[in-house]
């Protein structure tokens, strides 16, 4: 192995380590590509400099972080998971823990929010939505966690809302859909990585009752 491979590698490594993303499901070529666009963003000579930038620079590694992982999310994407919640599991909780229970949920990699925003959403068709339940949103990507905040979004994000959904709960802009300001504000976001344990560990005693990690299979 050549001694310039063996960098390129020692990043992959050093992404890995630090976030238990599995850099290997994306195509070595395309991996690459990535990264190279990233050490050029941060104005290094090569990909020895820009290993040593990556530990050294927090605003570095988020770069490259927000151009490796794939934020693919849409408003209630797993149908069966939500459909479980509102007729099984929130019932079910209600009914162990009493009527005023307070909900503890937490949509953890929830990229750009529509996740943990359809959460609220069913929250609210419950009933729900008007009691103090704690809804957490978080992502090791920055840029994803700083879109999820504004609550703006385009139809694509939309495509397996109704109709009825639609008009309820989002205003048009002239670019798209606004989330109403009551849902977003039931939210808060976080940049959190799952692989910091001790941070993951501070989070799991704020938020404990229902937790999902959908759409991380590349990651821890
Ligand atoms: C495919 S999206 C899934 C979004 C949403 N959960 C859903 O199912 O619609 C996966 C997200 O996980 C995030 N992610 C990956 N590794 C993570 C880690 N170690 N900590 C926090 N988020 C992570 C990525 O940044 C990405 O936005």
């Given at each position: 192995m050549s001694a310039e491979v063996a960098i390129w590698d020692a990043i992959d490594e050093f992404v890995e380590a630090r976030t238990?993303?599995?850099?290997?499901?994306?195509p070595g070529e395309m991996r690459r590509h990535v990264v190279s666009a990233a050490m050029q963003g941060a104005g290094v000579p090569g990909p020895r400099a820009y290993l040593e930038r990556l530990q050294l620079d927090p605003r570095a590694f988020d770069d490259l972080i927000a151009k490796l992982t794939i934020p693919e999310t849409y408003f209630f994407r797993d149908a069966a998971m939500f459909t479980s919640l509102r007729t099984e599991f929130i019932p079910e909780l209600f009914r162990l823990r009493g009527a005023t229970h307070r909900l503890r949920i937490w949509s953890a990699?929830?990229?750009?929010?529509e996740e943990p925003y359809s959460l609220a959403i069913l929250l609210d068709q419950l009933g729900?939505?008007?009691?103090a339940h704690l809804l957490l949103g978080s992502d090791l990507s920055r840029p994803v966690v700083e879109r999820a905040r504004h609550g703006d979004y385009g139809a694509w994000s939309l495509r397996a809302v109704s109709k009825r959904v639609i008009s309820e709960y989002f205003e048009k802009t002239p670019h798209g859909f606004r989330l109403d300001a009551r849902i977003c504000g039931m939210v808060q976001f976080h940049h959190h990585n799952l692989a910091d344990r001790g941070s993951r560990r501070r989070f799991r005693e704020k938020s404990a009752s229902i937790s999902s990690c959908a759409g991380m299979s590349s990651s821890i």
């Amino acid at each position: 192995m050549s001694a310039e491979v063996a960098i390129w590698d020692a990043i992959d490594e050093f992404v890995e380590a630090r976030t238990g993303l599995c850099l290997d499901t994306l195509p070595g070529e395309m991996r690459r590509h990535v990264v190279s666009a990233a050490m050029q963003g941060a104005g290094v000579p090569g990909p020895r400099a820009y290993l040593e930038r990556l530990q050294l620079d927090p605003r570095a590694f988020d770069d490259l972080i927000a151009k490796l992982t794939i934020p693919e999310t849409y408003f209630f994407r797993d149908a069966a998971m939500f459909t479980s919640l509102r007729t099984e599991f929130i019932p079910e909780l209600f009914r162990l823990r009493g009527a005023t229970h307070r909900l503890r949920i937490w949509s953890a990699g929830c990229a750009s929010g529509e996740e943990p925003y359809s959460l609220a959403i069913l929250l609210d068709q419950l009933g729900e939505g008007g009691r103090a339940h704690l809804l957490l949103g978080s992502d090791l990507s920055r840029p994803v966690v700083e879109r999820a905040r504004h609550g703006d979004y385009g139809a694509w994000s939309l495509r397996a809302v109704s109709k009825r959904v639609i008009s309820e709960y989002f205003e048009k802009t002239p670019h798209g859909f606004r989330l109403d300001a009551r849902i977003c504000g039931m939210v808060q976001f976080h940049h959190h990585n799952l692989a910091d344990r001790g941070s993951r560990r501070r989070f799991r005693e704020k938020s404990a009752s229902i937790s999902s990690c959908a759409g991380m299979s590349s990651s821890i």
